[in-house]
């Protein structure tokens, strides 16, 4: 035989179609099992590429809310003061975040810290703020030390003092 089927032996292209079939001890999967692991497969891509997609615009918001909330501590306070510390409510999925700073030029957690509850959306570059809380220098347990809550962390109870 001769021409585009031929081997070099000559048998034809009969030789290499029974070298692409699978041992004779195992069964060629059906073109409809192919079908559906292939359609599995699919699913499962397009999944995790939707979760991605979800954990990068959340985080992506996430990282403008909490520049909003830095603005925002700063407006309030009229210190512009860099060391601040930002705690989110991350056992709920809220937009409530808690921010806190020094009241007077020092270290962190050095003087008496301003500690403002702000929540709702991004406008204008700044949130709402809902309420706060004052704490003492060096306050290790910031819910044991609490003082002089104000807005909705005073009618909370946020406030053991």
């Known amino acids: 035989m001769t021409g585009a089927w031929a081997d070099s032996d000559g048998r034809g292209g009969r030789q290499e179609a029974n070298r692409l079939r699978a041992p004779d001890g195992e069964a060629q999967p059906p073109g409809r099992r192919r079908l559906l692991e292939s359609t599995a497969l699919a699913l499962a891509g397009a999944l995790l590429l939707i979760a991605t997609v979800n954990d990068v615009v959340l985080q992506t918001h996430v990282n403008h809310r909490l520049v909003a909330d830095l603005r925002t501590w700063r407006?309030?306070?009229?210190?512009?003061?860099?060391?601040?510390?930002?705690?989110?409510?991350?056992?709920?999925?809220?937009t409530r975040d808690v921010v806190c700073g020094n009241t007077s030029p020092g270290g962190p957690r050095e003087r008496v810290q301003l500690c403002l509850e702000m929540t709702g959306p991004v406008t204008g570059g700044r949130r709402a703020v809902r309420g706060g809380w004052y704490l003492p220098p060096k306050a290790e347990d910031e819910r044991a030390y609490r003082y002089a809550c104000f807005g909705s962390a005073a009618r909370a109870g946020r406030c053991p003092r």
């Open 75 to 94: 407006s309030y306070t009229a210190h512009n003061y860099h060391n601040l510390s930002v705690s989110q409510d991350v056992r709920g999925h809220t």
